[in-house]
């Protein structure tokens, strides 16, 4: 009966394990020079019929450019009759060749099936208008106000000056890779007013003890697809020295209050003076004692 169950799980299994197709469309990422063909390959690991390309613009919107239903079926949509050739070479082979890229081709693109996971994870092309700028990074330290007031502080990382937003912002601490805890990215990269260039934002939100010990070095690092390879720039910051008025302003938080800590002091002293005092006044008694003696004695 038991072995019979392990068989019905397996049975309950079986179709779900059959659904976890996989897509992978290839390049990445690419930059292109207008009017050289580019062509994006896409392929899964089902026996589904159906596979599309689809186009995600700057405005997020999501448009479908060809599709296909089986080896050598193939249809593009009206927008897209021209100058986007789609072939379904085998069930599980389906390329789009944009063949003569212009700037407006400048956009993600994404192999799907009809099957989940649906889509593949984007190919990122830039129909290059400028030359090629790497990017400057710089990180700022916490601002001022939240260092009094709070018991976090965020880091800021600047990425500036770069063409084009193939760009991926992580931060390190201490060398090592802190993930995305406490990390925030801009959705996107930002267009400078000259259009020519881009720049990102990242905050890394941080307690003020790692902050507050020089030893400690916060790195933010960027990648930066160049059309070859992935090339890396960074910038860092180290903790700071607890300066005065944080020092002031930290033993506050602490200690109830500033009152206590001036009472405290008061009490010290006095303490300190009636110690004094004692054994002032118990010299006194030995000598009187000792005198006393020797008059005795005499
Ligand atoms: C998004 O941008 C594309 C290309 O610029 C345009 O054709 C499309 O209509 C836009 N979609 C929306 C919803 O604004
Ligand atoms: C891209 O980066 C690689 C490695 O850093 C470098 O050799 C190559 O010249 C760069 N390509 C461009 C176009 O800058």
């Not at 392929?43 to 186009?55: A, G, I, L, V």
């Not at 990017?135 to 800021?156: E, F, G, H, M, R």
Request: charged share 20%.
């Amino acid at each position: 009966r038991g072995n019979f169950c392990i068989f019905c799980i397996l049975l309950l299994l079986l179709p779900s394990l059959s659904h976890a197709v996989s897509i992978s469309q290839t390049p990445r990422d690419a930059l292109q020079k207008a009017g050289s063909p580019f062509e994006i390959t896409c392929e899964h690991d089902s026996n589904n019929d159906y596979m599309f390309w689809y186009r995600q613009d700057q405005n997020w919107s999501l448009r479908l450019i060809a599709y296909s239903y089986g080896v050598g079926f193939e249809e593009n949509e009206k927008d897209f009759e021209a100058g986007y050739k789609v072939k379904r070479h085998s069930i599980t082979l389906f390329t789009l060749e944009i063949e003569r890229p212009e700037e407006r081709d400048t956009a993600v693109y994404f192999c799907a099936t009809s099957l989940a996971p649906y889509f593949g994870k984007g190919t990122k092309l830039t129909v290059l208008e400028h030359d090629l700028k790497t990017p400057t990074v710089k990180v700022l330290p916490p601002s001022p106000q939240q260092i009094c007031n709070k018991a976090t502080v965020t880091l800021v990382c600047v990425v500036t000056n770069f063409y084009p937003d193939h760009v991926e912002v992580n931060w390190k601490f201490n060398g090592v890779d802190v993930g995305t805890v406490g990390v925030s990215t801009d959705d996107r990269a930002l267009q400078a007013p000259d259009g020519k260039t881009y720049s990102i934002t990242s905050r890394f939100l941080t307690t003020k003890k790692r902050w507050f010990n020089t030893k400690n070095t916060f790195t933010c690092v960027t990648k930066f697809y160049n059309g070859t390879r992935d090339e890396f720039f960074q910038g860092s910051i180290n903790g700071d020295k607890v300066s005065l008025m944080v020092s002031l302003s930290l033993s506050l938080s602490l200690s109830p209050s500033l009152e206590t800590v001036k009472q405290d002091a008061l009490w010290a002293k006095l303490s300190y003076g009636i110690l004094i005092a004692k054994s002032f006044f118990y010299g006194l008694f030995v000598f009187a004692v000792v005198w006393k003696l020797r008059v005795s004695l005499a």
